[in-house]
């Protein structure tokens, strides 16, 4: 089953604009990642925000998480074309013991139009 | 510093046959998972291993299995290939357990596997 639901399904906007894309999952966590995939591509690792944080920067990307809502968000300012992906969000599933894995969402459709 | 590589990159295959998937992780780290993508199911996890042990399976049926050598390089078999087998196979390698160490997940290009 999936342990991250990404919403929207899709999303078009102008080059220029913000893109907010959100991330909702079900059980508790250590971690949760953002990926990017161009077109049937490996993922890109994009950000991992830790279940003690709450917001994390790294250059146009800004991920927050709310742990007591099970939900993130991942925010791309000034979107460029060359952000036109899928994004997926991912958890850790924490299980006790040393075994994990990461469970997908499956992923938003960004567009960015010229 | 040399990513994560998956060789090969495209693959035909018929029906019936076996196929060896490989993966190189990134220099130093110690687990490699594997990971299936359809356009249907998303992506699912197969199996992880670390330090030459399994410590983790998906929900995937006998056919699939893999290994991992003394310097970290991991493969995965599927055997007697169905159609439904078709996908981007994607490998990731992490310095760490990622639960004991909360370390990112590095994914390779994939293995686009198609059966016929």
């Known amino acids: 089953s999936q342990q991250g639901e990404e919403d929207p399904q899709a999303l078009s906007i102008q080059e220029g604009e913000n893109a907010t894309m959100n991330c909702s999952y079900k059980?508790?966590?250590?971690?949760l990642q953002w990926y990017r995939q161009n077109s049937g591509r490996g993922l890109v690792h994009l950000i991992l925000i830790r279940s003690n944080e709450r917001e994390k920067h790294s250059g146009r990307l800004r991920v927050t998480l709310d742990t007591s809502k099970k939900s993130s968000s991942l925010l791309i300012t000034a979107s460029r074309a060359a952000d036109t992906a899928s994004y997926f969000c991912a958890t850790d599933g924490t299980h006790t013991g040393a075994n994990s894995k990461l469970t997908f969402g499956k992923g938003i459709t960004l567009s960015v139009r010229p | 510093k040399a990513g994560v590589t998956q060789t090969p990159r495209y693959l035909i295959k018929t029906r019936g046959q076996q196929v060896t998937l490989s993966c190189s992780p990134i220099s130093g780290h110690r687990s490699v998972s594997w990971y299936q993508q359809t356009p249907g199911q998303g992506l699912q996890f197969l199996f992880e291993?670390?330090?030459?042990?399994?410590?983790n399976k998906g929900n995937f049926p006998g056919r699939f299995s893999g290994r991992q050598f003394s310097n970290s390089r991991s493969e995965m078999n599927v055997s007697t290939l169905e159609l439904g087998d078709s996908a981007l196979y994607l490998c990731a390698s992490s310095l760490e357990v990622w639960v004991r160490m909360n370390t990112e997940a590095f994914f390779g290009q994939g293995t686009r596997l198609t059966v016929v």
């Open positions: 059980t508790s966590i250590n971690n």
């Open positions: 291993y670390f330090s030459e042990t399994q410590r």
